[in-house]
């Protein structure tokens, strides 16, 4: 409601927020031991985003950007977390200077090769294994088919983290993320089979 009743709150809040995670960040960084920052946000819902495009570039994407700016000057590539679909804005997200995207989600409808292809060099794409049906519900046979697929999809010119499209859950066996890893271990090095 604030983004029409009071857009100004929403700026001011955004500032104070930038403020502060830039300086908490910064004191973790100075303590040593970071090699990435990941900051973690839903933009998008399975289908769409959750707000307008103009509202993410008027409201949002702005103090993201100066966020990421703040981070990146610390010498340390920044990951965004944002799951669901959102195909609007990914390349206002990727002009914001991250360098990886988490977890392009498969049941939302990100498409990996896509995302590979029309970022390849400007982003590392993390993810895509299904893990609200696939990881759930699936066999360690289909566990590797999907593996292998997305191995397929976003390894080749390197730039390409194998994971899950969220997360490991609760609902997913312990079968199935043993599974997975196995995957991984036989699918996941160069030269791609």
Known sequence: MNLFMDPELIHEMNEAYVDWAIEAATLAFNEGGIDAFQ?????????ALLISPEQ???FFIPAFERLVKGLTELGVPVIMHN???IWDVLDDLVNTGIKGYHPVEKSAGMDLQLVKTKF???ICPVGNVNNKTTMVTGTPETIKTEVKECIRLGAPGGGYIIATDHSIHDDISTENVLAFIAAVKEYGNYPIL
């Not at 900051?39 to 289908?47: E, K, M, Q």
């Open 56 to 58: 993410f570039r008027e």
């Open 83 to 85: 799951d669901g679909n």
């Open 39 to 47: 900051i973690s946000d839903d933009w998008g819902g399975t289908n």
């Open 120 to 122: 390849q060099g400007k």
